[in-house]
């Protein structure tokens, strides 16, 4: 009696029916396509290292890498054993990061990442999750990322030199390798991003800010995730090019653009009592823009710091607003950023203090 047959007796082509569903069905779930926001692919492209090495993380999302697994399932004649540990199949994941070898390499890497600790998760999905925790780019996350790269390129040279130079397996030289190529990447392209934007820098400065402004002041306001401390710093130069005064300092506030306009009081009123009155302010805040040039009274929490700057306008103070690109502000953020890290406050002069 066959279960599958309403004449419960066995039929071929019943039971070739059943088979190809089941290998339809089993197929279907494990080729199923990962849903990768397009975020994903824009960060990717943005990190600063070579193309190659973007190039390998990009086919590793994609599971195309020539690993023993994947030729096996190709059709080919081959024995599919990690070439680290012998133990497990060579599948994307377990080489770059369930391998014994790979964690190995993680641990002793800068990111010093416990990797037997993310359980049964694909390194797709694990590399889709670090791009997407570090979005912003700032200087924290574009290190977190060139480090995350890197070593993925490491340990996949290292692999196929094992496999096609008979190379003994060594974690600490993938760990070197690592370190130096980011050393030497990150000095790279430093160097060209520095010398790139300070061409821009000077051309916004010269065409974008003509008109009547005695000193422009630029600001940037930081949030820390983990600390959950805000930071706001601000720099004040001349017509020519000298430094007025400075300051950066942590602060309570629940969200960046009200310590921006914590920071922005403590320097109009600084600005205010070395006797200058025409401001020029440039942030890459929209909503710290947009309230000025617009006139809309913040919340409750920025009112009060609004009311101040506003009563300093009525004795002749002069605030201009101008919305720039975050590169330009790039001092003045890692000010911030430092006063974001652990509690501070600095002002220079400090006679000035308020």
């Known amino acids: 009696m066959w279960k599958f047959s309403n004449s419960v007796d066995f039929k071929v082509k019943k039971a070739y029916e059943i088979l190809l569903e089941d290998a339809n069905m089993s197929a279907n779930a494990t080729l199923r396509p990962l849903v990768i926001p397009d975020a994903v692919w824009n960060t990717l492209w943005k990190v600063r290292l070579p193309l190659k090495i973007c190039n390998l993380v990009w086919k590793v999302i994609h599971d195309s890498l020539p690993t023993f697994q994947t030729l096996k ?48 998760i694909t390194v797709q999905q694990w590399i889709i999750n670090s791009i997407s925790r570090h979005q912003r780019l700032d200087e924290s996350d574009l290190e977190s990322l060139q480090r995350t790269f890197i070593t993925l390129w490491a340990i996949w ?18 760990i070197l390798t690592s370190q130096n190529l980011f050393c030497r990447y990150h000095e790279i392209y430093q160097k060209h991003y520095y010398t790139e934007h300070r061409i821009s820098r000077q051309k916004i400065m010269e065409q974008g800010f003509q008109g009547q402004w005695s000193i422009i002041l630029k600001i940037s306001g930081v949030k820390h995730g983990r600390k959950k401390r805000a930071a706001f710093a601000y720099e004040a130069r001349n017509r020519q090019g000298t430094v007025v005064f400075y300051g950066c300092s942590s602060s309570a506030a629940n969200s960046v653009p009200v310590a921006l306009l914590e920071g922005l009081r403590e320097a109009a009123v600084t600005a205010f009592r070395l006797q200058y009155n025409q401001i ?59 006063a974001s890290s652990a509690p501070m406050h600095f002002q220079w002069p400090q006679h000035l203090t308020l």
């Not at 497990?88 to 990111?111: K, N, P, Q, V």
């Not at 040279?157 to 993938?174: K, L, Q, S, W």
């Open 73 to 120: 399932g190709r059709g080919i004649p081959i024995a599919a054993l990690c070439p680290f540990c012998d133990c497990d199949e060579e599948s994307s994941s377990h080489l770059f990061l369930h391998c014994h070898f790979a964690r190995a390499c993680w641990y002793g890497s800068a990111l010093a990442l416990h990797t037997s600790s993310l359980g049964p």
């Open 157 to 174: 040279n290292h692999r196929n030199r094992v496999i096609h130079e008979g190379v003994t397996p060594d974690p600490m030289n993938v």
């Open 280 to 338: 020029l302010v440039l942030s890459n805040c929209n909503f710290l823009v947009q309230l000025f040039n617009t006139g809309q009274v913040p919340d409750w929490e920025g009112k009060t710091l609004f009311a101040d700057l506003q009563s300093l306008k009525q004795r002749g103070f002069c605030l201009s607003f101008r919305w720039i690109p975050a590169f330009v502000l790039v001092n003045v953020y890692n000010m911030a950023a430092m």
